[in-house]
C-alpha cells in the first residue's frame, strides 16, 4: 500500500509530519462506508457475496464455488524520484509489489493486473520504460498483465522538471483455492513464530517524508547528493522486491501460515494489527531485519524519532508471516528457495500491541499499542 492508510481498497494517502492523519483516515472511513453501501448489489444473486472489511488488504468476491480477490494501489510518489533520476524502468516491481503482495496477504494467488497510466503528456519512451518494468516484474510473478489504460491529461498531473509527469496505478486479482481458509489471523495462538521478509529499501511507501528530509538537508537537488558512493536518487529508486510468489509456493507445499502482514505506508506498527486484532494478542519481535545504513542516514538527516521511522518506514522488513511454533524456519527454507531472505524475527504473546527490540542498531525499545499507536 502506497503511503497511506488502506480500507479495503479504498486508500487515503499522506506524509508523515504535517499532515492531519486523523483527517486522512477520516476520508477513509467516508469512502469506505460508500464503498461498503455497495455491497448490497450482489444480495439475492445466487453465489455472490463479498468478504473482508475495512482493514483487510483485499477483498473477495464470492462468486459460486469461486473465491476471487481484488485490490488496487498506486506507486506514489515515487515516481518523482525516477522523473530526478531519469529512469522509469524499475517501477514495474513497485507497482507489482503493492497489489499482488496484498493479495497474498490473504492467502489468495495473484493471477492477472491491470494498470492506468496517467500523464501530462504522453512520452513512447517512458511509457515503454514503465511496461517493459510491469512485463519483467509480472513475468517473473508469474501474473498477466491483461489490460489498461493511458490517458492524457495535461496540467492536471504534474511533477519535478521538465520531462513527462506520470501517475501510475494498478487493479490485482487473485484467486483463493479451494480448500484454503482465509489467512486472517484468527488462528494465531501465544508461542507462534513471526518470520521476517528482507526488503530492499522503501520499497514504495514513505517517500513524502523521505523527500522532506533530504530536501532540508540538501535542497531541491537532493537526488544528485551522495550518501557514501551512491547518489540519493539511486538508493530511493531501489525497486521492490515481490514477496508473492514465494509465499504462494510455500502455502502450495502445505506450510501452515496463520497471518501475514503486507508492511507498506504505516511501517510494522500500521500493519500488523491487522492481523492481531481478531484475537487481541500481541507480538514481541527481538530479531528483525536491521534498517539499511542509507535508511538509518535518513533518519538521522530528518532527526527523526525511532517510533516516527518504524511508523512510515518498514525498516528493513517488508512482510511479516505468522506460523505455528517451530515452523519458522521450514518457512525460511522454502523462501530461501525462491531467493527471498528471511529469519524468524519474534514470537506471538498474550499481552496485545507490538514490542520492536532496536537496540542493536542504536534505536532502543519501542512499543505499540495494538491500533498502532506509539506507546512512547
Known amino acids: 500500500m502506497a503511503e497511506g492508510k488502506e480500507k479495503s481498497g479504498v486508500r487515503a494517502t499522506a506524509g508523515v509530519r504535517g499532515v492531519d492523519q486523523a483527517g486522512v483516515d477520516r476520508c477513509s472511513e467516508v469512502a469506505y462506508a460508500y464503498a461498503k453501501s455497495t455491497f448490497g448489489a450482489l444480495r439475492g444473486r445466487d453465489g455472490l457475496a463479498v468478504d473482508g472489511d475495512e482493514e483487510s488488504f483485499a477483498n473477495v468476491i464470492r462468486i459460486g464455488d469461486a ?41 489468495a494467488e495473484p493471477v492477472a493486473v491491470s494498470n492506468i497510466i496517467d500523464a501530462d503528456r504522453l512520452d513512447e519512451a517512458t ?5 517493459r518494468g510491469l512485463a519483467t516484474a509480472a513475468r517473473e510473478s508469474g501474473v498477466a498483465v491483461t489490460g489498461g489504460e493511458i490517458a492524457a491529461l495535461g496540467r492536471r498531473v504534474g511533477g519535478w522538471g521538465d520531462g513527462p509527469h506520470v501517475n501510475w496505478c ?43 528530509i533530504l530536501e ?5 537537488d537532493w537526488h544528485r547528493k551522495h550518501c ?6 539511486d538508493l530511493l529508486l531501489t525497486p521492490s522486491l515481490v514477496y508473492a510468489p514465494g509465499v504462494v509456493r510455500a502455502l502450495q507445499a502445505g506450510l501452515s501460515v496463520r497471518g501475514l502482514a503486507h508492511i507498506t ?6 500493519n500488523l494489527p491487522r492481523v492481531l486484532r481478531a484475537t487481541g494478542l500481541g507480538v514481541e519481535l527481538d530479531n ?3 534498517p539499511h545504513d542509507w535508511v538509518l542516514r535518513l533518519r538521522e538527516l530528518g532527526d527523526l524519532p525511532a517510533h516516527e521511522a518504524y511508523s512510515a518506514w518498514n525498516m528493513g522488513n517488508g512482510m511479516l508471516a505468522v506460523v505455528p511454533a517451530g515452523h519458522g524456519e521450514a518457512l525460511v527454507r522454502a523462501l530461501a528457495a525462491y531467493g527471498r531472505a528471511s529469519r524468524v524475527a519474534g514470537r506471538v504473546v498474550r499481552k496485545g500491541g507490538i514490542a520492536i527490540d532496536a537496540r542493536a542498531w542504536g534505536l532502543g525499545r519501542l512499543g505499540f ?3 498502532g499507536e506509539s506507546d512512547a
Open 369 to 371: 499499542a495494538a491500533g
Open 170 to 212: 494498478a487493479t490485482a486479482v487473485g484467486v483463493v483455492p479451494p480448500g484454503r481458509g482465509a489467512i486472517d489471523g484468527r488462528g494465531l495462538e501465544v508461542g507462534d513464530e513471526v518470520v521476517a521478509l528482507r526488503s530492499a529499501g522503501l520499497r514504495s511507501n514513505g517517500y513524502t517524508l523521505a523527500r522532506r
Open 288 to 290: 528483525l531485519w536491521p
Open 67 to 107: 473465491r476471487i480477490a481484488v485490490t488496487s494501489d498506486g506507486v506514489g510518489t515515487k515516481l518523482e524520484v525516477a522523473e530526478r533520476v531519469g529512469r522509469f524502468d524499475t517501477l514495474g516491481f513497485d507497482l507489482l509489489a503493492m497489489v499482488v503482495d496484498d493479495l497474498v496477504a490473504i492467502g
Open 228 to 233: 557514501g558512493a551512491t547518489p540519493w536518487g
Open 216 to 220: 532540508g538537508a540538501f535542497d531541491d
Open 127 to 131: 511509457v515503454d520504460a514503465l511496461m
Open 265 to 270: 505506508g504505516g511501517g510494522i506498527p500500521g
